[in-house]
């Protein structure tokens, strides 16, 4: 995996995670951003300059948002009640869409240049479905990706163990499982874009790695990506005195 800058956009440093999708991102068609809540890295400022870098480098962008309800497991994991989780997910959720709609402005973007979305938007689009439908069948029949699941899932109440308690303990098998729908939400999204926003190919943008990508890209699972479906890691280059 090779690390470019992309032409007139040297604040970010990108990583393709594949050959395939380092062409899909040569080509630069479409980017969707993945904005996480409870995340410090996703402040105000931050945003700004990822949606900008994403408007001048791809032909079409569009931000992804966690759902409320699969976002609020994390934090239930944790032993907090549902609703005070869900209330928690939810005001998290407004603070990141509300960063979003606050770049589009200085951006002057046009209403629904750039797409903002929630996972929770397509629980009852026929194609989000089907690919749930065989990412849920995968955790529950291949135990390697059950487990690379897991892993990821306990990476991520982790975080919040950091973010709310300010300590780190280890996480629990039975926290990571409670926690294990927020990834299985996000996969659709990792395995065919295309057909969930009707773009010809896409990427996937995150701030670092996504170890369980890495493997369904490299033939480790029964579940695969599109051929028309890429990863990219996006980071900000400390040269650029940023």
Known sequence: MSTTVHADTSSFLTSPATDNCRDIHRRGRHVLLGVSPFNSRFSDAY??????????????????????????????????????ARYKARRAIRRNRRSVEEALVRLNVRSGEIGVHQISDFEEQSAYRRFLALATTAYERDPAF????????????LGRLRTVHGRTTPVTAAQAEHAAPYVLAELPFFLHTPALLGVEESLLAYHQRWELGERIFAGSFTLTAGPHQGYLTVTEDASAGI
Not at 146 to 157: D, I, Q, S
Request: glycine letters at 8%; hydrophobic letters at 55%.
């Open 47 to 84: 945003i700004a300059r990822l949606v900008r870098w994403a408007h001048a480098a791809f032909a079409r962008v569009d931000v992804l948002l966690a759902g409320e309800r699969t976002a609020a497991l994390q934090l239930e994991a944790l032993g907090t009640p549902e609703g005070k």
């Open 146 to 157: 059950r487990g690379a699941c897991l892993e990821m899932a306990a990476k991520a109440v």
